[in-house]
């Protein structure tokens, strides 16, 4: 009597695969290594430098126009907007129900200095990794960024489970 096939252990990890988040979070730290030496040069972070080049990109942003062109959460956003209020680079201002982001004068001061030194880390990534990946590469980040900004996307954001289960799904 021939028995079925026992089923894969789901702890095995060849049956879990690999992981998207995690390869991209890794990716994220690397990458951020190699932008942080030039920045601390005058004592910025990367995030802190991402987040004064969106405002001065976008003028006077609202929270909610930030939050979507950096990916954050309101939260996350406020938290690291605090830091650049504190550190007076930031100011904000409330017009019609919502607070806008300006860079203040010391801002631009530190954005001006910063921008440079940012230069330096592009080009040296990019000749590290290669001119043909690295744009091959931010045009991959591009469409998966709009894959994952789509109503879809957005609708079930707060239910990754029920997201993750629909796929296998679809894939099984």
């Given at each position: ?16 695969g ?11 730290r690397?990458?951020?290594r ?14 802190q430098?991402?987040?004064?080049s969106?405002?001065y ?8 126009e930030l939050?979507?062109v950096?990916?954050l ?24 129900r ?12 530190i ?11 592009q ?23 709009s ?17 993750i ?8």
């Open positions: 009597m021939k028995h079925p096939p026992k089923p894969a252990d789901p702890l095995d990890p060849a049956a879990i690999p992981c998207f988040y995690f390869k991209i979070k890794r990716l994220s690397l990458i951020g190699c932008y942080d030496p030039f920045l601390n040069e005058i004592g910025l972070k990367g995030t430098f991402s987040l004064l969106a405002i990109q976008l003028g006077a942003p609202s929270t909610g939050s979507h950096l990916g959460d309101r939260t996350t956003l406020t938290r690291n907007t605090t830091v650049l209020i504190e550190k007076n680079w930031i100011t904000t201002e409330k017009k019609s919502h607070n806008h982001y300006r860079l203040t004068n010391e801002g631009k001061a954005f001006t200095k910063a921008l440079p030194l940012w230069r330096h880390a080009q040296a990534l990019r000749h590290q990794v290669g001119a043909q990946q690295w744009d091959s590469f931010l045009h991959e980040v591009d469409v998966v960024a894959s994952l900004q789509t109503p879809f996307a957005q609708k079930n954001a707060s239910q990754p489970v029920a997201l289960d629909a796929v296998h799904r679809k894939q099984g």
